[in-house]
T-cell receptor, first 115, second 120 residues
Framework: DAGVTQSPTHLIKTRGQHVTLRCSPI?????VSWYQQVLGQGPQFIFQ???????GRGNFPDRFSARQFPNYSSELNVNALLLGDSALYLC??????????????FGDGTRLSIL | AQKVTQAQTEISVVEKEDVTLDCVYE???????LFWYKQPPSGELVFLIR??????QNEISGRYSWNFQKSTSSFNFTITASQVVDSAVYFC?????????????????FGSGTQLTVLP
C-alpha cells in the first residue's frame, strides 16, 4: 500500500512569491496534518484537517492556509514568502477515531528554499 | 501548554553498545499519548511506538524497548545492541487527549530530537 505522498520534493522560490504544496494521505485515512520542520529542530504543527474541516491551527501567521478535498488529499498554501519560511514541510495522515489518538504517518516532505 | 524536552542533542556509540534516549514531557491533560519517531537522513518520520497515559507497562519490540514513568513524566527509549542502521534523529512527541471526543485537533508536540550516530 502507498504511504503518504507529497509533491513536489524540492522547491526553490524567492521572497514575496506564493507556494502550494500537495499531499495525498494513506488510503482510508481521513485526517491530514501539516508540520514545518526548520533545520535542526523538531516539527512544528501548522494545521490539521478532518472530513474537509479545519480541526486545529498552530501558531503560524495568516499567510499560511490549507484545505482538504473530498478525496482527503490536501494543499498547504503560503503567501508572501519570507526567508524564514525555508524548511521541510511534512504532511501526515491518520485514522480518526472518537476514542484515541491514532499514530500519524508522515510523508517524505517538501523541502522549500527561499532565496 | 504542552512541552517535550529531549536534553541529549547528540549521542555517539560504537556498534553493539546499548543506548538510551531520554524524553521528559509536560502536560495538564489527564489523558494523553506519547510517541517516538525516527528520522533518517532521507527526511521521512517513521513511527515507532505510541503509548497512552493509562498504560505504564514497559514495552519491548526486538532491540527496542520503552520505559514510561508517569511519576517522573518520562518516556525513555533504549536500543539494545545498536547497529549502524540505527543512526538517525529520534523524536519524542506528545499529543493531548482533551479533544478526543470533541473532534478538535490531535496535533503532535515534538521535542527537539536526539541525533544518534552508531559507529562501526
Amino acid at each position: 500500500d502507498a504511504g503518504v505522498t507529497q509533491s513536489p520534493t524540492h522547491l526553490i522560490k524567492t521572497r514575496g512569491q506564493h507556494v502550494t504544496l500537495r499531499c495525498s494521505p494513506i488510503s482510508g485515512h481521513k485526517s491530514v496534518s501539516w508540520y514545518q520542520q526548520v533545520l535542526g529542530q523538531g516539527p512544528q504543527f501548522i494545521f490539521q484537517y478532518y472530513e474537509k474541516e479545519e480541526r486545529g491551527r498552530g501558531n503560524f501567521p495568516d499567510r499560511f492556509s490549507a484545505r482538504q478535498f473530498p478525496n482527503y488529499s490536501s494543499e498547504l498554501n503560503v503567501n508572501a514568502l519570507l526567508l524564514g519560511d525555508s524548511a521541510l514541510y511534512l504532511c501526515a495522515s491518520s485514522f480518526w477515531t472518537g476514542r484515541s489518538n491514532q499514530p500519524q504517518h508522515f510523508g517524505d516532505g517538501t523541502r522549500l528554499s527561499i532565496l | 501548554a504542552q512541552k517535550v524536552t529531549q536534553a541529549q542533542t547528540e549521542i555517539s556509540v560504537v556498534e553493539k553498545e546499548d543506548v538510551t534516549l531520554d524524553c521528559v514531557y509536560e502536560t495538564r491533560d489527564t489523558t494523553y499519548y506519547l510517541f517516538w519517531y525516527k528520522q533518517p537522513p532521507s527526511g521521512e518520520l517513521v513511527f515507532l511506538i505510541r503509548r497512552n497515559s493509562f498504560d505504564e507497562q514497559n514495552e519491548i519490540s526486538g532491540r527496542y524497548s520503552w520505559n514510561f514513568q508517569k511519576s517522573t513524566s518520562s518516556f525513555n527509549f533504549t536500543i539494545t545492541a545498536s547497529q549502524v542502521v540505527d543512526s538517525a534523529v529520534y523524536f519524542c512527541a506528545l499529543s493531548g487527549g482533551s479533544g478526543i471526543s470533541s473532534g478538535s485537533a490531535r496535533q503532535l508536540t515534538f521535542g527537539s530530537g536526539t541525533q544518534l550516530t552508531v559507529l562501526p
